[in-house]
């Protein structure tokens, strides 16, 4: 009786070994994180739109019809979901001033940074449009460019040089 | 007279009886006592289970920026009493908050090779496919196999930070987010 007893003993200790793990495999898993913060950047900046001679009729107005584009930069870009452009524009001014002649040239401002303002006239200094973008980038194969129509002129021009400012100003927001 | 002798035969015949087979003065019986050790691999313990590489992007122009040193955590206390075979998969750091697909010239995602390093003389190591969504069109995974059991500390690091196209600029995101798993199996080819 006591080795039926040993041997049965010897059997569940087998058994209980063989329901052990025979192949256990464990695993570890590791978060990585990381962050970019919301960020502008305007890079290739000042330039110029040059008009070089601005055309006047033989009344002495700014003749309609002259129209110049250049890039407003090289490289326009945000990479937040809520930024925003703000374009100040100035008409196009001259020192001094003469009774009957007109000393600054208004012009329309078109440009995809401001998409929404479509054709812009800018008739007084500092004129502002705001626009609202997600993450954009404007680069050499979107250029940020600006082209300015002149203004038909309403009275004779006074002659000199003549230079406004289009101003650009973008803000991040994530 | 003959009664006696009878009863007596009787008697005989009974302790023969006791005695039947060789009969000695001691017995012993064997017991077999067995066991067995089953294959098993256990991870130890992560120095962090989380690895923060910081700030991705540079502002000067958007791209990815170039991560300082090696990120990395280590896991202390594994082995395995067998051959094994160590598995890392990793999957690419993504913009979690970012709604919708990147515009056009930025990504979601930022690639990058996990490795584990120490278990044996080859690091196991995985690299990221995530397209500019942060999406992977195909599984993958590096692992490297021992034919020896093994105890030591595993090292997991980060590198060959890549955005999935050249130049790409990284869409703001306060919460990029990935995982390396690591798994350890036993190997039943390996020994013993």
């Not at chain 1, 003993?9 to 994180?33: F, K, R």
């Not at chain 2, 490795?115 to 990221?128: L, N, Q, V």
Request: proline share 4%; charged share 10%.
């Amino acid at each position: 009786m006591l080795k039926y007893a040993l041997a049965a003993s010897a059997a569940v200790s087998a058994i209980v070994a063989l329901s052990a793990p025979s192949y256990a495999d464990d695993s570890a898993t590791v978060q990585i994180n990381g962050k970019v913060n919301a960020a502008c950047n305007i890079s290739g900046v000042n330039q110029t739109i040059q008009f070089n001679a601005i055309t006047i009729g033989n009344d002495g107005k700014v003749s309609s019809g002259q129209t110049k584009s250049a890039n407003l930069a090289d490289t326009v870009w945000c990479n937040g979901g809520n930024n925003s452009i703000k374009i100040t524009a100035s008409p196009l001014s001259t020192g001094g001033s003469s009774s009957g002649f007109a000393n600054t040239i208004n012009y329309t401002l078109s440009t995809p940074l401001a998409p929404s303002a479509g054709s812009w006239d800018v008739t007084a200094a500092n004129q502002t449009i705001t626009t609202n973008y997600g993450a954009f980038v404007f680069d050499s194969s979107l250029n940020p460019v600006g082209t300015v129509a002149l203004d038909a002129g309403t009275l004779p021009q006074l002659a000199g040089d003549y230079s406004g400012t289009v101003t650009v100003d973008i803000t991040p927001g994530a | 007279m003959e009664r006696k002798l009878l009863t007596l035969a009787v008697a005989v015949n009974a302790l023969a009886g006791i005695c039947a087979g060789p009969c000695a003065a001691s017995d012993s019986a064997t017991v077999t006592v067995k066991g067995m050790v089953g294959s098993a691999c256990h991870l130890g313990d992560l120095s962090s289970a989380q690895i923060d590489v910081g700030q991705l992007s540079n502002n000067t122009d958007g791209t990815l920026a170039s991560i300082s040193g090696t990120p990395g955590t280590t896991i202390t206390g594994s082995w395995c009493n067998t051959g094994s075979k160590i598995t890392v998969v990793a999957t690419p750091l993504v913009a979690q908050g970012f709604a919708g697909a990147p515009p056009s010239g930025f990504t979601k995602a930022v690639n990058y090779t996990a490795s584990a390093s120490g278990w044996g003389s080859a690091a196991a190591s995985d690299t990221t496919l995530g397209n500019t969504s942060g999406a992977e069109s195909a599984s993958h995974s590096g692992s490297q196999t021992l034919n020896d059991p093994e105890a030591n500390t595993i090292a997991v690091n980060l590198s060959s930070f890549s955005t999935p196209g050249s130049g790409d600029r990284l869409v703001a995101d306060s919460d990029y987010e990935g995982t390396i798993t690591v798994t350890l199996a036993t190997n039943a080819a390996g020994s013993p």
